[in-house]
């Protein structure tokens, strides 16, 4: 089998490292957190084969790619710059994205933002959400005991000492309590690193040691996960979380647009996402903003890590989708 070809691009003032497999239409491919473009290992071949140029980027602060100093540089334009930037740099017009978790929210605001460069998206996990009704750091819930994971991340360098303590105990636990091996969401006792933690302790004190990885994440491939981080280190994926509030504060100039292009959205049945109070109607609700909306599928029985929980059922939707366009 061919593998993809790993090569540097110049983007938007930032070296870029992206895998790139096929030839045909452009389809983009945005990963989320904590994870690199090796989490799209197994839809890079499937597209190429299929007929198109799958192009998926360590996104800004991860993996080979530049992790620029400045908090602030890890706002969602800054990352939809990058797309865009990179559309040109691969010589192209127009791409379609496709993103799990943050790489979803990228994907979603650059087709609501730039329809002429990105012609129709695939969404996984997160849904499209219109304007909160104040910031995010004042929505996040809090109290003297707990506060969400959200609150954690944004104390700066807090979460990078405990994360990257120990790099692969620290993914090891992430990656199994947020996949579909973890147990129902609805369940409890189910752990989830995308929660409410006690103020008094970290992430990883809540997140059981698995017995083993989980069954859709290979020796080889996990190794290769902490070897990226244990490189880049966490600072530059948590510096998305700290600018929630900088990211809303910006989208009061956009308020009201829609996302206009074609779109699908899909979501495992037990991703961490779901057990957020809200999220089912923010699901339901997603045609008022997304009118061209072609399909909103849950995947039974996967969690958080959509691509890689379930590759076969991932690929079969978007290449059905894209031949739809």
Request: charged share 15%.
């Amino acid at each position: 089998m061919t593998l993809p070809n790993y090569r540097m691009l110049q983007a938007n003032g930032l070296r870029l490292r992206v895998a790139e497999q096929g030839q045909g239409p452009l389809v983009l491919l945005c990963h989320g957190f904590p994870e690199t473009a090796h989490a799209w290992r197994h839809q890079l071949p499937a597209l190429a084969a299929a007929g198109y140029r799958a192009v998926a980027p360590d996104m800004r602060g991860f993996g080979g790619s530049d992790r620029p100093q400045a908090v602030d540089a890890y706002t969602v334009l800054d990352a939809v710059g990058d797309l865009v930037a990179l559309v040109e740099q691969l010589g192209e017009q127009q791409a379609v994205l496709v993103g799990n978790d943050w790489g979803a929210t990228i994907a979603w605001q650059a087709a609501r933002l730039r329809p002429d460069r990105f012609r129709a998206v695939a969404a996984l996990g997160v849904p499209m959400m219109g304007r909160a009704p104040m910031a995010p750091s004042q929505l996040f819930p809090q109290s003297a005991q707990a506060w969400s994971y959200v609150h954690y991340f944004a104390q700066q360098g807090v979460a990078e000492r405990e994360l990257e303590a120990d790099v692969a105990t620290a993914l090891r636990r992430i990656y199994f309590a947020a996949s579909g091996e973890a147990g129902q969401r609805s369940d409890p006792g189910t752990p989830n690193p995308f929660g409410m933690l006690p103020r008094d302790g970290g992430l990883l004190a809540t997140l059981p040691e698995p017995a083993a990885l989980p069954g859709w994440l290979s020796p080889e491939d996990f190794e290769g996960f902490v070897q990226a981080f244990q490189a880049s280190g966490f600072g530059g994926g948590l510096n998305y979380y700290r600018n929630l509030d900088r990211n809303w504060a910006a989208d009061a100039a956009f308020d009201g647009l829609r996302v206009e292009v074609p779109a699908l959205y899909l979501v495992g049945e037990r991703d961490t996402g779901l057990a957020m109070p809200g999220m089912a109607g923010l699901i339901a609700a997603m045609p008022e903003l997304v009118p061209r909306l072609r399909g909103s599928h849950t995947i039974t029985g996967a969690g958080h890590w959509l691509p890689q929980e379930a590759p076969a059922r991932v690929n079969e939707q978007l290449i059905g989708f894209l031949r739809s366009l």
